[in-house]
């Protein structure tokens, strides 16, 4: 064999094992305008970057409509929903009709731990495929729209119709106790229950506002005021 076609065959060989599982979402995404803000989040979030380095994925796409509540959200709360839309494996729409036969989970790219990182699929009202949570409790509200694009056993582009957790990105509530007299002035920290196995959950339920205690009291404190003027007559 000639140097020369040494030197093509070398070429190719490099070629081709380049263009392998060569994934660019940010592409694939730009030719369809009404995911561009979907795509954001996916560069914003540095999703975009894990994406193109995997072997097969599958994006759950949602169009700038349906992911207009992720505006003004910090962006642990938008990588999070995002995350979840994110399948670390190749599912066309034949695929997701054997993975509900199976009964199977879905990993994602959610920062979230346990369950919630995982979702199902599911055939709901007249043979609808549909999304949820793993998470117990979870229903099948995001339903699958339409197949955008799919390059077998690599990417599939699915549109679905809203995110599949929904994520209140609220701060914690932060109350101060009135100081009971004859207290030497130290007082219990309030606390907050976050709900979710990660710590990155922004899922939160804020403690009880004290204003209703201290209305309570108020309205005891003049009864009894009251009750005692009655018995000095």
């Known amino acids: 064999m000639g140097l020369r076609n040494s ?3 070398c070429l190719a060989l490099m070629l081709s094992f380049s ?27 540095k999703l975009a970057e894990q994406i193109n380095t995997a072997k097969a994925v599958t994006i759950l796409a949602l169009d700038n409509t349906d992911i207009a509540c ?3 959200k910090s962006p ?3 990588k999070t929903v995002i995350g979840t839309h994110i399948v670390t494996d190749f599912y066309d729409e034949k695929k997701l009709f054997e993975a509900i036969g199976s009964h199977a989970e879905l990993a994602t790219l959610s920062p979230a731990s346990g369950l919630a990182a995982k979702i199902y699929v599911a055939l709901i009202n007249e043979g609808e495929v549909a999304f949820g949570s793993a998470i117990a409790g979870s229903t099948f509200d995001t339903k699958l729209v339409r ?3 799919t390059e077998a056993g690599v990417i599939s582009v699915l549109q679905v119709t809203q995110p599949i957790v929904k994520i ?10 009135e100081l009971p007299s004859g207290t030497d002035g130290k007082v219990a920290s309030p606390t907050t229950d976050v ?26 404190g003049v009864v009894m005021t009251f009750a005692s003027v009655f018995v000095s007559l």
């Open 195 to 220: 709900v979710g196995e990660s710590p990155k959950s922004v899922v939160v339920v804020a403690p009880a506002s004290n204003a209703s205690s201290r209305t309570m009291f108020g309205f005891i």
């Open 19 to 45: 263009s392998i599982n060569c994934i660019d979402i940010t592409k694939i995404l730009g030719q369809n305008p009404e995911f561009s803000t979907f795509n954001k989040y996916l560069t914003e979030t």
């Open 7 to 9: 030197y093509v065959l």
């Open 168 to 177: 209140v990105d609220s701060a914690p509530v932060k109350t101060t106790p």
């Open 76 to 78: 642990d709360a938008v």
């Open 70 to 72: 992720l505006s003004g």
């Open 147 to 149: 197949t955008v694009t």
